[in-house]
Every structure is written in C-alpha cells, then in structure tokens.
C-alpha cells in the first residue's frame, strides 16, 4: 500500500480554497475516489460514503430499491453481525452520530465521530460495500420498515399529493417519473436475487467515493482506503448517461387534482433545466428571486403584504443530472376570488420580463448567500456535504465554490432572458389543486 500512495501523491491536488483547509485526494485503482480535507478545528471527523445510485436507476419491478437500501446498509455484513441494524448500534458505541439519505439521483451514507475511532468506520464502511448480508429474514424486515415509511406518507396528505402528482408531471420513460419511495406493490414483491443484483451492480467502488472532513491526516486516509477498500473487486460497468425527453415538451396530463385537506393550491410545473446546461445557473438564481428565498418577491408580494397566500411550497432541488419539472405551490384559504392570486403572480413575472430586475436585488441575494456559506465553513458536515455534491455533479470537488463564483457574474438582464424563457405566464403550466369538498 506505501509503494502504491507513493505513487499516487503525485497526482494529487492540493489547494486551498475558501475553506482555507487543505484538500487533497487519491484514487485507489478499483476506481474508488477519496477526497480529504484536512481541517484540524476540533478532533472531530465527518465520513461520508457518496454512492451514484438513485431511483433514477430503477426499473418497472423495482421502484423503490435504491431507497430500500438506504435501509438495508444499517443491517449486518460478513464481518459485522449481530440483530437489528448493525451498523447504528456499532458506530453509537465509537460516539458516532450518523444517517443516509436517497434522492433520484444519488444515495449517500455519512457519519461524524471521534477521530480516534476513524479506522473501524472504514472497516465497517468498505465490508458493507462488498460483503452486506442480503438473506430473506433482512429482505422481510427492512421492507416492512420501508413500506410503514410509505404509509406514513400516505397519511400526509401534502406528502402524498406530491407522490400523486409526478404521474401528471413527467412524460414516459423520464427518470424521475416514480417518486423515490416507490411502489408498494412492488416492495412487497422483491426478492432476494433482485436485491442481490442491484447491490452486485451498484454498490462497487467505481461507482462510489469517500469524503472526509476533520482533524485527520490525508496520507493516513489514504492508506486507510487501500488497507480496507482497495482488496474490493466488483466493478459497475460505466455507461452513457440515460436519454431524457425534452422537458419543453411536457404537458401535465391534468389541470386539476383533488386533496382531501382544506386548502387550495396553485401548483406552477416549471421546466428545470440540468447541471452542465448553459441556463442551470441563472434558472435557479431567478427561482430564488422569485419563489423560493424567504424574501423572494412573490412571497413579498403574496404571503407577506398581500395576505392572499399562506405561504408558497417551492419543489425544486439544485441536484438534478436530469432536466425536470420545477414546482412552486401557492397554498391558500379555498375561496371564491383566489384566480386573483395568480393575476398578481403574472403581474410580477411581467414586470420583470418587461421592465428587467433590480441588480441590487441580485447583488443583496449574492452577499446574503456569501455570508451564509461563510458560516457554514466552521461544520464538518456542510464542507463535507459542497465537497460531495462538487464531485457528484460537476466531476471535480474543487469546484465546491462555483455555484456562488457564478452568482456574483449574473447580470439583471440575464435573468431578464431566463424569465421569458422559463416563466413566461403565457406558456407556464398551473394545476389547480382542490379540496375534496368545496
């Protein structure tokens, strides 16, 4: 392992960006990537294990996999037994606190404990990635537990008008058709072979990477890596990125939904576009001006001057590898008179469009979001968590601070395109979501 890190050191990168810790990073020869930042503010270690798996991956017959082994990585492996989820109980010994979560698009498992216990988190980690216990008794249990999760959400009746909703939203074949969860009907129905399959096909160390943030030595990580992770073998076949429907073309296959909850809502279904695309930046700029800040001017102009709105719910995430269908929900008191809530949202959306949008609008939201990413700089897991999403979206975690670089470059008549592009209320989608009784 010394002669193969020896090696390896000179590839690496080593800067320091605004987090003012040193970064490097070494890539083991099964592909596993692992990226250290070495920020030795407290003896306190953040270890995530970033997986490129989602429910973007699943196929008819499986929806709901990827998150189903969100659960099923906490059970045992070959060399960590026991009942009940393993992984919990053995990382609460060492003091740890730690969780995972699964979106279309990735599955990440993270964890922060002392440094001191860092090599067992790596022994447990990389024996979950080859050798996880896949048998009936785990399949019986951890799918119980997932589709109790699902009926919850059925008994929410917001959370479960957006499962609803994706069937309206998205055209066949587009890879976040299914919400994450999935399907009850099909969780109830997999089998050991199928989960078996799906952990041999994705959970290998080409298609997964290591971010670790704390009071650590980069070199020692790394050796760590190739002493546990490096033996791995299985290898995920690279292939092209899926082919998605072009998202201009998407009609909701309903104007209306019902909800038995006693509000209305008028969803906008927005085309979003993806990371990589020349638009991605100054879309989501404008989404924020518009819908999602707390400040935005709809909300301004809505919730807080107007009282005509409760509030407005915004279903958009930054993460998307895939163009998809943005949504903004105005929630409001069901009344007669609430068509004038959407006057009043193509008003604004006009103005703008006709008479362009303060750049000190912009320039305030810039030096807003500069001071919370400053902040952010002191936590572990929010350096962890840039560092990790750089590396999954963009290919390169030294591009952490893009998004922010890339702000501070847009101009208001840039945003001025964006909205006659994306929100123009000539051509912008509204499904009206009503109660079950009026």
């Given at each position: 392992m010394k002669q193969i890190i020896a090696i390896g050191l000179i590839i690496l990168s080593l800067k320091s960006f605004a987090f003012d810790f040193p970064i490097k990073s070494f890539t083991l020869p099964n592909g596993l990537k692992v990226i250290v930042c070495e920020k030795n503010t407290s003896p306190i270690v953040q270890m995530e294990?970033?997986?490129r798996v989602g429910s973007k991956d699943e196929w008819d017959g499986v929806r709901g996999m990827a998150h189903m082994f969100e659960h099923m990585m906490f059970r045992g492996s070959k060399n960590f037994k026991g009942e009940?989820?393993?992984?919990?109980?053995?990382?609460?010994?060492?003091?740890?606190?730690?969780?995972?979560?699964?979106?279309?698009?990735?599955?990440?498992?993270?964890?922060?404990?002392?440094k001191e216990h860092i090599e067992k988190v790596f022994a447990m980690e990389a024996d979950r990635m080859e050798n996880l216990i896949l048998d009936q008794k785990v399949l019986d249990t951890e799918r119980e537990v997932v589709g109790e999760e699902l009926r919850l959400g059925e008994n929410n009746w917001y959370r479960r008008m957006m499962a609803d909703r994706y069937a309206h939203l998205y055209p066949e074949g587009h890879p976040y058709k299914?919400?994450?969860?999935?399907?009850?009907?099909?969780?109830?129905?997999?089998?050991?072979?199928?989960?078996?399959?799906?952990?041999?096909k994705f959970y290998s160390p080409n298609n997964a990477y290591l971010v670790i943030v704390g009071d650590v030595k980069a070199e020692q990580m790394f050796e760590l890596a190739g002493k546990y992770f490096g033996p791995i073998k299985k290898q995920l076949p690279l292939n092209a990125k899926?082919?998605?429907p072009d998202v201009f073309s998407f009609v909701p296959t309903t104007e209306e939904l019902v909800i038995d909850y006693p509000v209305q809502i008028y969803s906008y279904a927005i085309p979003c576009p993806a990371i990589g695309t020349p638009d991605y930046y100054a879309f989501n700029l404008l989404r924020d001006l518009l819908f999602s800040n707390p400040n935005s001017i709809l909300n301004n102009s809505i919730v807080e001057r107007g009282n005509m709105a409760y509030q407005i719910s915004a279903q958009s995430d930054d993460s998307r590898l895939y163009s998809n269908i943005a949504t903004f929900d105005v929630i409001m008191q069901a009344q007669i008179g609430n068509a004038k809530v959407k006057k009043m949202i193509s008003k604004e959306i006009y103005d703008i469009i006709n008479e362009g949008?303060?750049?000190?609008?912009?320039?305030?939201?810039?030096?807003?979001?500069?001071?919370?990413?400053?902040?952010?700089?002191?936590?572990?897991?929010?350096?962890?968590?840039?560092?990790?999403?750089?590396?999954?979206?963009?290919?390169?975690?030294?591009?952490?601070?893009?998004?922010?670089?890339t702000y501070k470059t847009i101009k208001a008549e840039q945003l001025t395109d964006i909205c006659k592009k994306y929100f123009n209320p000539e051509t912008m989608k509204v499904i009206n979501i009503k109660p079950l009784m009026e």
């Amino acid at each position: 392992m010394k002669q193969i890190i020896a090696i390896g050191l000179i590839i690496l990168s080593l800067k320091s960006f605004a987090f003012d810790f040193p970064i490097k990073s070494f890539t083991l020869p099964n592909g596993l990537k692992v990226i250290v930042c070495e920020k030795n503010t407290s003896p306190i270690v953040q270890m995530e294990v970033w997986y490129r798996v989602g429910s973007k991956d699943e196929w008819d017959g499986v929806r709901g996999m990827a998150h189903m082994f969100e659960h099923m990585m906490f059970r045992g492996s070959k060399n960590f037994k026991g009942e009940g989820d393993v992984y919990i109980h053995e990382m609460e010994k060492l003091g740890a606190s730690l969780n995972a979560y699964t979106t279309f698009d990735r599955t990440v498992y993270f964890q922060e404990l002392p440094k001191e216990h860092i090599e067992k988190v790596f022994a447990m980690e990389a024996d979950r990635m080859e050798n996880l216990i896949l048998d009936q008794k785990v399949l019986d249990t951890e799918r119980e537990v997932v589709g109790e999760e699902l009926r919850l959400g059925e008994n929410n009746w917001y959370r479960r008008m957006m499962a609803d909703r994706y069937a309206h939203l998205y055209p066949e074949g587009h890879p976040y058709k299914v919400d994450v969860i999935g399907f009850l009907e099909e969780i109830t129905k997999f089998t050991t072979k199928q989960c078996q399959d799906f952990y041999d096909k994705f959970y290998s160390p080409n298609n997964a990477y290591l971010v670790i943030v704390g009071d650590v030595k980069a070199e020692q990580m790394f050796e760590l890596a190739g002493k546990y992770f490096g033996p791995i073998k299985k290898q995920l076949p690279l292939n092209a990125k899926k082919t998605e429907p072009d998202v201009f073309s998407f009609v909701p296959t309903t104007e209306e939904l019902v909800i038995d909850y006693p509000v209305q809502i008028y969803s906008y279904a927005i085309p979003c576009p993806a990371i990589g695309t020349p638009d991605y930046y100054a879309f989501n700029l404008l989404r924020d001006l518009l819908f999602s800040n707390p400040n935005s001017i709809l909300n301004n102009s809505i919730v807080e001057r107007g009282n005509m709105a409760y509030q407005i719910s915004a279903q958009s995430d930054d993460s998307r590898l895939y163009s998809n269908i943005a949504t903004f929900d105005v929630i409001m008191q069901a009344q007669i008179g609430n068509a004038k809530v959407k006057k009043m949202i193509s008003k604004e959306i006009y103005d703008i469009i006709n008479e362009g949008i303060d750049q000190e609008l912009i320039d305030n939201y810039v030096k807003n979001l500069e001071v919370n990413q400053t902040f952010q700089n002191f936590s572990n897991a929010a350096i962890a968590d840039r560092l990790g999403f750089s590396e999954y979206y963009f290919m390169d975690y030294s591009k952490y601070n893009q998004t922010l670089e890339t702000y501070k470059t847009i101009k208001a008549e840039q945003l001025t395109d964006i909205c006659k592009k994306y929100f123009n209320p000539e051509t912008m989608k509204v499904i009206n979501i009503k109660p079950l009784m009026e």
